[in-house]
């Protein structure tokens, strides 16, 4: 059975950047790659809100770009997925996908979040080209000026996509499947009190308009059944996240929808040696910056507890 001193699960801004701290601290990383190497930018186009690239960078470019940076300080990758694994007792256990067992000193959970979609056939294809259907308006807002957008949900990300939206679009109509916001009170009195946000009430998506780039919405009324387009220059998905955790949640402290739980600004969770960073641990950035900026501080608290525990000072 392979025996690692850190185990990275996940190859995305933090699980990379807590390989490229890792490895130059001579840890000698093992990286699992996961389902997606370079987890969620990959399946995004421009990048203009990741500093250091003024004229912006393509998603999987900069993965591939972090990628090389870690390869030069000799991390190792594996195109596996890990299942389940043991926290109970360290060495910590982990199985993978392909039937394999590794055990590992150190553990650094940054396995992501994936935004969900419809499951609309247009919505996906649109979304592969970057056709004008995003779940990210903090990074793809600023390249819709000046037309009317759609947001797609009732919660509070709904609500803070759309906000954020109607900085840079004419119009943002919120489409919301019922009658009434999930979103909290203080998120509702912002979508009604902007004139630029319009509810589109029990109201759902059928299909996706548009070749190359997306013209407009099918919509259902799901009272009525009555079914009409509306034209929009751009959707954005507001119906959720779900994070990459299952295969932790058995062992670490989490919240209801699956993030894992860390100490109050720290990357350490409920057990020592294990350390969380990235978007499977934070629902409120999620942003590349700060998943690599937590996948630097995963590095560095695993790096200082192995340390202790080397010379003897572990529990
Ligand atoms: P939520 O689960 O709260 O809301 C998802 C919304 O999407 C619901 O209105 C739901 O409709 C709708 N929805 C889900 N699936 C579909 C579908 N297939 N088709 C159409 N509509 C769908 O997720 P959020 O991401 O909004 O929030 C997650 C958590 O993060 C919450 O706890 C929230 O409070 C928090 N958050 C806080 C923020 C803040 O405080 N600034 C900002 C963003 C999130 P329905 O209501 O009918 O179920």
Same mark, same amino acid.
């Given at each position: 059975m392979p025996h690692e001193t850190v185990i990275i699960v996940g190859s995305g801004p933090a699980g990379l950047t807590a390989a490229l701290y890792?490895?130059?601290?001579?840890? =000698?990383?093992?990286?699992?790659?996961?389902?997606?190497?370079? *987890? $969620?930018l990959t399946i995004t186009t421009e990048v203009e809100n990741y500093p250091g690239f003024p004229e912006g960078v393509q998603g999987p470019e900069l993965m591939d770009r972090m990628r090389a940076q870690v390869e030069r300080f000799g991390t190792r990758f594996v195109m596996d997925e890990v299942e389940s694994c043991d926290l109970s007792q360290r060495p910590f256990t982990l199985h993978t996908a392909n039937g394999d067992t590794y055990t590992c000193d150190a553990l650094i959970i940054a396995t992501?979040? !994936?935004a969900k979609y419809? *499951?609309?056939?247009?919505?996906?294809?649109? $979304? =592969?080209i970057g056709g004008g259907v995003s779940a990210c308006a903090t990074c793809d807002g600023f390249f819709y000026k000046g037309v009317e957008l759609a947001v797609i949900g009732g919660g509070d990300t709904a609500v803070e996509e759309a906000t954020f939206l109607t900085r840079f679009a004419t119009k943002v109509y919120i489409?919301?499947?019922?009658d009434s916001l999930r979103a909290s009170k203080a998120? $509702?009195? =912002?979508?009604?009190?902007?004139?630029?946000?319009?509810?589109?009430?029990n109201t759902q998506v059928i299909d996706v308009l548009g070749q190359n780039k997306i013209s407009g919405l099918r919509l259902k009324n799901t009272v009525t059944g009555e &079914?009409? &387009?509306?034209?929009?220059?751009?959707?954005?998905?507001g119906i959720g996240h779900q994070p990459n955790t299952k295969a932790f949640v058995q062992w670490i402290d989490h919240d209801e929808l699956g993030y894992l739980v860390t100490k109050p600004g720290r990357t350490a969770t409920n057990i020592e040696g294990v350390f969380?960073? *990235? !978007?499977?641990?934070?629902?409120?950035y999620r942003q590349a910056v700060t998943a690599a900026g937590t996948g630097c501080g995963a590095a560095i608290e695993t790096e200082r507890w192995l340390e202790e525990q080397a010379a003897g000072g572990g529990h």
């Open positions: 890792t490895a130059r601290a001579n840890l =000698k990383p093992l990286v699992f790659d996961g389902l997606r190497p370079g *987890g $969620q992501g979040a !994936d419809l *499951g609309l056939e247009n919505e996906e294809r649109l $979304q =592969k489409v919301h499947r019922r998120m $509702q009195a =912002k979508a009604a009190s902007n004139p630029k946000i319009e509810m589109l009430w &079914e009409w &387009e509306k034209p929009i220059g751009g959707m954005f998905l969380a960073c *990235g !978007d499977a641990a934070d629902h409120v």
